[in-house]
């Protein structure tokens, strides 16, 4: 009876607090979810595809990207660049739909000063001892890699605060993270203040 325009799911937390998985899983359980793609420099890991897991670029490339104002933001991540592109995300909202991204906690917070209305996420471990064991688990990073990615995940938590909602993600326990992160969602879709105001009249006049 009521719509509203898209809403924008930011999922952030430190590398290897197992965001991709819980995104994958949730965008398997809501096909209608549109996935925000990131544009990067890092070269691709064996198992990911262009223009499904990022738009792999040159540096020259993002370059250009970025100073055609073509992103939303954009961070240097372990030497490698990462940013937003502004089109995906401002049609997919107009047109209605919910949108999911997940960048590093900068870039959350930088996509907040851009859609205020957007939905922070934080994912954490259970343990963050656990960071370490995943990422090595991964095997996708060198020993030096992981060392500099713990690095970066302890300075990342301490921006939790800056953050909507917090979403602990349990060793073995994907399924409830999953419904956890569902459950955020359903609920920010039944807020009032994210209805037009003609659509809220329509219904007090019902
Ligand atoms: P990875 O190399 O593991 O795919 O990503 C490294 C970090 O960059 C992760 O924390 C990931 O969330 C973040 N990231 C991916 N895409 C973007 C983006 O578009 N913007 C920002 N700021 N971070 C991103």
């Given at each position: 009876m009521i719509t509203g325009p898209g809403l924008l799911f930011v999922v952030s937390g430190p590398?290897?607090?197992?965001k991709d998985t819980l995104v994958a899983a949730l965008r398997g359980r809501r096909p209608s979810l549109r996935y925000s793609v990131s544009a990067t420099t890092r070269e691709p890991r064996p198992e990911e595809q262009a223009g499904e897991h990022y738009f792999f670029v040159s540096r020259q490339e993002f370059g250009r990207l970025r100073d055609g104002g073509g992103l939303l933001e954009s961070r240097e991540y372990n030497g490698n660049l990462y940013g937003t592109p502004r089109d995906y995300i401002e049609r997919s909202l107009t047109e209605g739909y919910d949108v999911i991204m997940k960048p590093e906690v900068n870039g959350a917070l930088a996509i907040r000063a851009a859609f205020p209305d957007a939905v922070l996420i934080f994912v954490v471990p259970d343990r963050f001892s656990n960071l370490r064991e995943r990422l090595l688990a991964r095997r996708t990073e060198t020993n030096e890699e992981i060392a500099r990615r713990l690095e970066i995940a302890t300075r990342e938590m301490k921006f939790i605060r800056q953050f909507d909602y917090i979403v602990v993600n349990e060793q073995d326990r994907l399924e409830q993270a999953v419904r956890d992160l569902e459950a955020i969602l359903q609920a920010e879709r039944f807020r009032i203040h994210r209805y037009p105001d003609d659509s809220i009249r329509r219904v007090e006049s019902s």
């Open positions: 590398s290897g607090a197992g």
